[in-house]
């Protein structure tokens, strides 16, 4: 058996993506957050690159002129064609070096007072150890204390069992148990229970209550409670149905989750990256730029390159050269992506003009080819645009994504959108009767009359994704 080496050509065909396309795709996905973000960091590593003061005559600091849908013309996708190294007319890019891309306006205006923030607001472990520094505890008691408190979820219920909490503090299960107790007591009330059951009975026990119903129908009937069976716990306890219902009411006025009222979670306020305004039949787009850095290569180093300054050599200028062109592809590709963004929103508001005329109803069924097609990119490209995008429309904020929905089959009509079907199941819901509301049967039946035919199991599902419950716990009997 010999071995020999040969030498063979073989041509293939391979898809790499160069550096200015990999930027390209990475800023285009990016928030509006993260794109900040993303500029400034580059700003930090590109010394050529820098923000653009903004001018003195405030009529350049506006923003940009509101533009009519179909002004711009299409651009290209880019292709991320060459490997970013070819050469070209340096002294003629230099002499006419315009701010690249869709302009950002950027406004020095006064920080907010240092004062404003640097505010905390008093958490569940925060508040219930104040409670617990000003009880009268040992030194051990406070320990095992502080890790119930810390084993709290936010809901405020214990999620570490008495011996793994002795296990860690070396101490008996007896003396946690005890002093679990002892938290339950502090405020909010149901604080530190390990079921709903607890948290439930430890309200009740605080109450100034003359009957034993609401304890006793809390730990035995808590399942039927829960389905409203009310007639059910009557017979079990022979009492007159009235008795339990008088019970129930003041059950549900119990709290279920005690530590949400100490929740740190804060509201997260969104900012639109697109704007559309109705000016006369028409609707007109503006790119949301505030806050964006306006980015401009530094005329210091443009110096370097034009020859005008003393460079340090040709190693000094081929770095700069780099990052020259670093710089470039930066600008160019913000310039891509908001361009992108603005013919995607166009596409978006032509397709779903209805929408913006009439509301939730009309709004269409529409699919990510819908728009590829229309702007001629790929169906992942659009993707990448509508990922965390959102439209300030004169029907609200909305992400690009809300746009794009299934069809539901309407009888003698077009297809509707599924997101204007859950619309309607809402809106059916809101005006049923408290005491006999509709089940799933029953809004399939209402909305055939309405020509949308749809299956039980999908109006089930429509249901459960806006929060809406089951009928059973949608009666109301007070």
Known sequence: MAFELK?????????????QLQQSIKLLQLSRLEL??????????NPLLEEQPAGNDPETEIIPEIEDIKVEPKT????????????????????????MGVPYQHEDTDAPPFENMLTKTNSLSDHLLWQLNLSRFTGVERRVGEQIIGNLNSDGYLMATPEEIASIEDVDPVLVEDIIKKVQEFDPQGVAARDLKECLLIQIRFM????????????????????????????????????????????????????????????????????????GDAYRIVLNDD??????????????????????????KEYIKD????????IKSIQQRQKTIYRVSESIVEHQIEFFDKGINYLK?????????????????VSRVTANKYMHTPRGIFELKYFFNSGINRKGALQIASQSVKEKIK????????????????????????????????????????????????????
């Open 323 to 330: 990052k020259m062109q670093s710089a470039t592809w930066m």
């Open 208 to 279: 100034d209550v003359d009957s034993s119903l609401p304890e006793e129908i809390v730990e035995n009937h808590l399942k039927d409670l829960e389905t409203k069976n009310y007639n059910n716990i009557a017979r079990k306890l022979k009492i007159p149905v009235n008795d339990v219902q008088q019970a129930a009411l003041m059950i549900i006025k119990l709290n279920p989750k005690p530590g949400l009222l100490y929740n740190e979670e804060r509201s997260q306020y969104i900012i639109p990256d697109v704007f559309v305004f109705k000016v």
């Open 36 to 45: 900040v973000d993303a500029i400034n960091q580059e700003l930090e590593e």
């Open 76 to 99: 290209k996708e880019i292709t991320g064609e060459g490997d970013g190294k070819e050469d070209f007319d340096w002294d003629a890019y230099l002499e006419d070096f315009g701010p």
């Open 427 to 478: 809106e059916i819901v809101s005006g049923e009767d408290d005491r006999k509301p509709y089940n799933d049967g029953q809004i399939v039946d209402i909305l055939a009359g309405l020509g949308i035919s749809i299956a039980r199991r999908t109006v089930a599902k429509y249901r459960e994704m806006q929060g809406i419950l089951p009928s059973s716990k949608r009666r109301k009997y007070f």
């Open 365 to 381: 069924p529409m699919v990510l080819r819908d728009i590829a097609d229309d702007v001629e990119m790929h169906e992942s490209t």
């Open 291 to 316: 806050g964006l850095p306006k980015l401009r290569i530094s005329n210091f180093y443009k110096k370097i390159m034009g020859g005008t300054e003393n460079n340090g050599g040709e190693k000094c």
């Open 7 to 19: 030498q063979a050509l073989k041509l293939t065909q391979q898809l790499i993506m160069t550096p």
